[in-house]
């Protein structure tokens, strides 16, 4: 009920189309998530360039200034630019693909490539930079030439976090993808992860970091604007994003992972007990599996904060003994999260130095 009452006054506002969401009554997780998807699924799709009616249109409706309605503001910098020129030879403004079109390698194409839910108008420099990184907590911000956009990067890792204005809006827009597209009639099957992958340079229709996302769709709630952007999408679509009109959608199918990991979701999959175990130093992971795969390992306290960085694997099928180092860690009970193709181990270590 708190929430509901958090986010009354932004309903009051909507423009939902009378009976939109009546098929929902009480579900949660993957039911009300595929509900959802019946609800969003075969909007109408424009192309992505095109001399009748194409995204940069909508984008110039949808990501208009509201207080000049000749310009469109860019989604990481907060800039607001001449609409009319569009890319203008490297010189005006591009589409910003927020759920990276090579993460499903679905490119520019009808559907998940043209979806204006997730395209958002961007400074072409930045949207270079941004490429195709992760979304996740980084601490590095990012200039274009000496403009500082609020946005952030990271050196060491390929990871990429918004503009605190905007991070809920990104947040909400990854929910959509990953509800909108299930891999029927073609489209990618698109999954949020809750890890960053060994692989940066992967097609797999995977995007991260799930607990990041969550976190920053409840620092950064569902405002106006927002709310707007959503009523002129569905204008063009005829489909809207259901996270923007009701917030609270969120936490009933991916839960309360803003902590980093949800201490209540049992063992997906079973290994060995890592070992030694108390350990003072180093411990091992057996694993035995059976195809080449990427290996996620993260380490949580007991509130389940994450601690320091995840090391990153990718092993060939068969037998193998992770090594992983905790010089780097204090004294205390910690949980080592390993994932493997989406799938959770949850084991508590403890470290005596």
Same mark, same amino acid.
């Given at each position: 009920?708190?929430?509901?009452?958090?986010?009354?006054?932004?309903?009051?506002?909507?423009?939902?189309?009378?009976?939109?969401?009546?098929?929902?009554?009480?579900?949660?997780?993957?039911?009300?998530?595929?509900?959802?998807?019946?609800i969003?699924?075969?909007?109408?799709?424009?192309?992505?360039t095109?001399?009748?009616?194409?995204?940069?249109?909508?984008?110039?409706?949808?990501?208009?200034d509201?207080?000049?309605?000749?310009?469109?503001?860019?989604?990481?910098?907060?800039?607001?630019?001449?609409?009319?020129?569009?890319?203008?030879?490297?010189?005006?403004?591009?589409?910003?693909?927020?759920?990276?079109?090579? !993460?499903?390698?679905?490119?520019?194409?009808?559907?998940?490539?043209?979806?204006?839910?997730?395209? !958002?108008?961007?400074?072409?420099?930045?949207?270079?930079?941004?490429?195709?990184?992760?979304?996740?907590?980084?601490?590095?911000?990012?200039?274009?030439?000496?403009?500082?956009?609020?946005?952030?990067?990271? $050196?060491?890792?390929?990871?990429?976090?918004?503009?605190?204005?905007?991070?809920?809006?990104?947040? !909400?827009?990854?929910?959509?993808?990953?509800?909108?597209?299930?891999?029927?009639?073609?489209?990618?099957?698109?999954?949020?992860?809750?890890?960053?992958p060994?692989?940066?340079?992967?097609?797999?229709?995977?995007?991260?970091?799930?607990?990041?996302?969550?976190?920053?769709?409840?620092?950064?709630?569902?405002?106006?604007?927002?709310?707007?952007?959503?009523?002129?999408?569905?204008?063009?679509q005829?489909?809207r994003?259901?996270?923007?009109?009701?917030?609270?959608?969120?936490?009933?199918?991916?839960?309360?992972? $803003?902590?980093?990991?949800?201490?209540?979701?049992?063992?997906?999959?079973?290994?060995?007990?890592?070992?030694p175990?108390?350990?003072?130093?180093?411990?091992?992971?057996?694993?035995?599996?059976?195809?080449?795969?990427?290996?996620?390992?993260?380490?949580?306290?007991?509130?389940?904060?994450?601690?320091? %960085?995840?090391?990153?694997?990718?092993?060939?099928?068969?037998?193998?003994?992770?090594?992983?180092?905790?010089?780097?860690? %204090?004294?205390?009970?910690?949980?080592?999260?390993?994932?493997?193709?989406?799938?959770?181990?949850?084991?508590?270590?403890?470290?005596?130095?």
């Amino acid at each position: 009920m708190k929430i509901l009452l958090l986010f009354l006054p932004i309903f009051l506002l909507a423009q939902i189309p009378s009976g939109y969401y009546d098929t929902i009554q009480d579900q949660t997780g993957d039911e009300l998530k595929t509900i959802l998807y019946n609800i969003i699924k075969d909007h109408t799709e424009y192309p992505y360039t095109s001399s009748s009616t194409d995204t940069w249109d909508i984008l110039k409706d949808a990501d208009e200034d509201p207080n000049n309605p000749e310009n469109v503001i860019l989604i990481y910098s907060g800039r607001s630019v001449d609409a009319e020129q569009e890319y203008n030879n490297g010189a005006g403004w591009s589409r910003e693909h927020v759920w990276a079109k090579s !993460r499903g390698d679905f490119g520019t194409s009808n559907g998940a490539g043209t979806d204006a839910h997730h395209l !958002r108008a961007c400074d072409i420099s930045v949207n270079s930079a941004r490429n195709n990184r992760w979304f996740d907590e980084c601490s590095e911000p990012y200039y274009d030439g000496s403009f500082n956009t609020g946005s952030f990067t990271s $050196s060491t890792e390929w990871v990429w976090k918004p503009r605190d204005e905007v991070k809920g809006d990104v947040a !909400r827009m990854m929910f959509y993808m990953a509800t909108r597209y299930e891999g029927d009639n073609g489209e990618p099957d698109l999954e949020l992860i809750d890890y960053i992958p060994y692989d940066q340079y992967t097609n797999d229709p995977i995007h991260a970091k799930l607990s990041t996302l969550l976190l920053w769709h409840t620092q950064d709630s569902v405002d106006i604007n927002e709310q707007r952007r959503n009523d002129i999408i569905y204008s063009y679509q005829n489909n809207r994003n259901p996270f923007i009109d009701h917030p609270e959608y969120v936490d009933l199918i991916w839960g309360d992972q $803003s902590t980093g990991v949800n201490m209540d979701i049992p063992e997906q999959f079973e290994i060995e007990p890592v070992y030694p175990n108390p350990t003072n130093f180093t411990f091992n992971i057996p694993l035995n599996i059976d195809e080449d795969m990427n290996v996620a390992v993260n380490l949580f306290d007991v509130t389940g904060k994450k601690s320091g %960085n995840g090391r990153y694997f990718k092993l060939s099928r068969g037998d193998h003994r992770l090594k992983v180092d905790l010089n780097d860690q %204090n004294s205390g009970v910690y949980l080592v999260r390993t994932v493997l193709n989406n799938q959770t181990n949850l084991q508590r270590i403890i470290l005596l130095k």
